[in-house]
């Protein structure tokens, strides 16, 4: 809208009212054109309408004349386009352009796009056109869905939250009403990737798109009463995130989070088969102001992980102390490689249970800190930072050592008892960054420990995709008679077919799965999560077995799961039920007794 027009010229007055065999084409052009249009004085009122503009708002046109105009279209109601309309209409603004929303006499609403722009020079006046554009409208909205939604869920996608993120730490929306706070639960399923490895994607996506539904019920129900619900957004993959704007306290998030929790709990029945997940969730909750969508993504990420790293199946806070405690994590780094030498470490043993006879076989050696400052820390504050700065070299080398001298020293202490086995956890920076096979080959001919009872611990990602040296040293190990485990089975991306391949000849079941056979025999009320159903574990193990492996579940808490684990199959047990981890006297006290019983120190 820009430039002036000082008026009709003078001259244009001249042919006024000699009606031309020409201008009454014009009129009945105008009369019959498919665009509604009106003629409008100088007033505001309309001289003249035409039959596209009549039937637009069910009137006949005659009956328009008179009217004021900007009543009709609805030019008044916005201060904005009401000051540009009276500009065009006094000639100082070139043209008006807007959209509006009308409804159509047949009660149908329509979306209409205005134009005002003075008539030709000589008319007084201008000519006010309406076009309606609701298909090109309702278009650019179908398109813009398709953009801002996921098609499995339906749900909003990361564009959107983003989007709707962005707008709701921007000052000014929080400051002119409402709390002034923000809070997010971000969440991932736990257990996700097994589901789709085992049962596919189709199952996978169905499972999706029903968990999707049950947050948004979930969020319907927190916004009742309230001026909006939470926003569902799928971010990717298994994560989701419910998004309160204008949140009213941490008191507000946890009660969603629960509700969350308990909503994705609840089996679900996708075409027959019955499933159970469990979800974990890192709830944020913070003023607004002086907060950015990334630091608060960031947030809700490290929480997140806290909450897988507490055992999932559970929402936790972000707290900043913790977060601060993270960055003590450089300061412990440093300390790591001394602290070897300073004979720092320790390694507990943890028994590894026949599931059939209750007998310990074997035991798994897990290392602790005996921090001189912070007490006894657990491998998982640490084991990552010697995996980044390399000092888990020196350390896996002295606990395969330690732990294989330990167990021929038990094999020596009780000649009259079956031997134990040791079970050593290896990181994937000791098959990369050191010689792997000539250190274990080493170790055994110095401790006299048989190959045959040691069996060493991989992530599944450490194996995965392993070619070249990695395998030829898997190999290597296999053909020298030490047993491979996948450590950790079901969280990552492997699967099982791929693995039969390599030389692996135990899969550790992960503690998630294990978490979901509790609530058999249970009392009521105390079900607990089911991180993956019985069909997934059971389907699991068969295909193992069929493979050649054998199973060992982590994390066995209660003899119920222990019962309905050697009901499917399962192996060897390992958890609570049947020892925490123990000093190496203890170990020996344990031989040759049945464990089931022993219960915890
Ligand atoms: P992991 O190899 O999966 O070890 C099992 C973990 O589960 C141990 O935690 C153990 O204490 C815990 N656990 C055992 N039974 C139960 C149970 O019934 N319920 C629950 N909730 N937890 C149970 P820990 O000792 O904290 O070890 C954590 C992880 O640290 C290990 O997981 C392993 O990945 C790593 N790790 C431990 N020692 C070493 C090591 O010497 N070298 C390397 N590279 N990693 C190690
Ligand atoms: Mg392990
Ligand atoms: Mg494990």
Redesign the pocket.
Known sequence: MSGTSEGPAPAADLDRGAVTESDSIYRSVFRTASVAMAVVDREGLVVTANDGFGALLGSPPDALTGKVAADLVDLASDTRTWHAYREVLRGREARLRCTRRMKHPDGQSVWVQVVVAPLPAGEDGVLLSVTDISAQRELQGRLRHLQMHDPVTRLPNRTLFFERLTAALEAGSYEESGTGRIGLCYLDLDGFKAINDTLGHRVGDRLLAAVAERLTRCADEAGYARASAPLVARLGGDEFALLVEDSTGTEQLADLAESVLKAVQAPFDLAGQRLSVSASIGVVERHAAGTTPTALMQAADTTLYWAKAD?KARWTLFDPERNAHRMTRQALASHLRPAIERGEFV??Y?PLVGMEDGRVNGV?????WNHPQFGVL???RF?GL??EDGS?VP??LW?LRT?CRQARRWQLDHPDEPPLFVS????VR?VWDSDLVADVAQTLAETGLAPGLLQL?L?ESAVMGSAGRPLQALQALSDMGVRIAI??FGTGYSNLAYLSRLPVSVL?L??SF?RGFQYEGDKEGTVAPNPADEVVVEAMIQLAHRLGLTVTA????TSAQATRLRRIGCDTG????YS??VSPERIGELMGTQTEAVGNP
């Open positions: 055992g390694l507990e943890q798994e050696a897990l290392v602790r657990t491998p998982n084991i010697a995996e888990i350390l896996g606990v732990a050593v956890n290896v990181a000791q611990e992530t450590d950790d550790k992960d503690g294990v982590e994390c066995v808490e390992q958890g609570w039920l925490r981890p």
